[in-house]
């Protein structure tokens, strides 16, 4: 194999360094080719100029972060434990604790930081970062959240530390979810209506899976729903939405609730297609057609488009929704902006809601993580709608969910 290289060093020398054998300028053209991801041609000329200047440590530090980045850590492995640890600038011990990380290591990457923390005591907070990411190989969740919560908000590592701890938190697998939503009109012949749910949630290799039972007190009637949600992994970056409740007859709720859509999410984009059936009785069983659009920054802001379509007694009714979103650093939280104008209601509940002739709402919706596992989600809607020709309400919506993870 080196035979090999000396050859394409041989033929390629001529082509890469030109007329230059500066070692200045063949390190700043090695530079410059990686930053155009060509790391094969920058390879040839580090290992050219570290053979020619063996003593020479930013020219075998950079060689060896090629070969890291070109997907070769165990050639960037082997250049950097050439020297012994307690030796290496704090550049090379960086470098090879990322390389052990990359060859699944935590032992030696536990060693590493433990070095760093003694010999360079100002960047405690990244080697504490270094060993929770090695704890985190080696399973132990508990050891690297205690790691994690010593790194102070104020720190340079604080939102990559909360970051790994979100991806911790994560992979516990239920959830538990009680909410009370209430809403008021400014015309006092119209009673609140109150709607609570509780739920359950798990995680299987399929998909996560939602059980929920919903109790209303809305026109003098007293009501439950059975409802379950699923949502369905197709391939790495599709999947599918169902939905399904059930009610008594004569209830706020409709006896039979269904929905479906197909979700497919790429880095920024996000679009879906589906329906939502709702069977009140034989007379009132409106089917919406509805989907998404949505596309999110690389600063994590998300804006959504939604239709929903309905086909009601020969009459199209539509609403349409847009929510601007804001992910905050843990990407567990967010704050986030509804608007939407059309005929349907925030919550699909009864037939005549349905038939509003027209509506405006503007909300606020937020969901922040509190102590790790805890969700506390507040939802504030106003909307102004007429409910009969000429005849215009103030509808305010208030729901408090909170959630716990186990």
């Given amino acids: 194999m080196k035979s090999w290289i000396a050859i394409c060093l041989l033929f390629a020398s001529p082509v890469l360094f030109g ?64 020297r012994k640890a307690d030796e ?49 190989i080696l399973n132990d969740d508990t050891a690297a959240l205690e790691l994690l919560a010593q790194i102070p908000k104020d720190s340079p590592e604080y939102n990559a530390a909360d970051y790994l701890r979100t991806e911790i938190l994560k992979k516990e697998k239920n959830t538990l979810s009680a909410g009370y939503l209430v809403t008021t009109f400014n015309e006092t012949a119209f009673d609140p209506q109150q709607i609570a749910f509780v739920e359950y949630g798990r995680k299987f290799k399929s998909g996560t899976h939602l059980f929920r039972v919903n109790y209303a007190h809305m026109f003098g009637k007293q009501a439950v729903q059975f409802e379950t949600d699923a949502y369905v992994k197709v391939k790495s970056n599709n999947y599918i939405y169902a939905n399904l409740g059930v009610s008594e007859k004569l209830s706020v709720f409709p006896q039979l609730r269904a929905g479906f859509e197909f979700y497919r999410e790429q880095k920024h984009f996000s679009v879906s297609l589906g329906a939502r059936y709702l069977y009140f009785d034989n007379m009132n069983a409106p089917l919406l057609l509805t989907g998404h659009i949505a596309y999110t920054t690389n600063n994590a802001w998300t804006a959504n488009y939604r239709p929903f379509v309905s086909f009601l007694d020969n009459k199209t009714l539509a609403s349409h929704l847009v929510y601007f979103r804001k992910a905050l650093p843990n990407k567990e939280s967010y704050i986030q902006l509804d608007m939407q104008y059309g005929n349907l209601p925030y919550f699909y509940l009864t037939s005549d809601l349905l038939s509003r002739l027209e509506a405006y709402r503007i909300g606020i919706n937020a969901r922040f993580r509190v102590k790790y596992n805890w969700f506390v989600q507040p ?9 009969v020709p000429a005849n215009y309400r103030n509808r305010y919506t208030f729901q408090l969910i909170l959630s716990h993870r186990f």
Avoid at 47 to 70: C, H, I, M, Q, V
Avoid at 379 to 387: A, H, K, N, P, T
């Fill in 88 to 136: 290496l600038y704090r550049e090379e011990l960086d470098l090879l604790i990322q390389v052990e990380n990359k060859l699944f290591k935590p032992t030696e990457m536990l060693s590493l930081s433990d070095l760093g923390m003694n010999r360079f005591p100002e960047a405690k907070d990244h080697y504490l970062y270094s060993k929770a990411m090695a704890f985190v």
């Fill in 19 to 82: 007329q230059s054998t500066d070692p200045d300028s063949l390190f700043l053209e090695a530079r410059s080719l990686a930053e155009k991801n060509d790391y094969s041609d920058a390879i040839l000329i580090m290992e050219e100029l570290s053979g020619k200047y063996p003593g020479n440590r930013d020219f075998s530090t950079y060689l060896a972060r090629l070969y890291y980045w070109n997907d070769s850590p165990q050639k960037a492995e082997e250049i950097l434990t050439r």
């Fill in 379 to 387: 939802v504030f809607m106003y909307e102004y709608e007429e409910y």
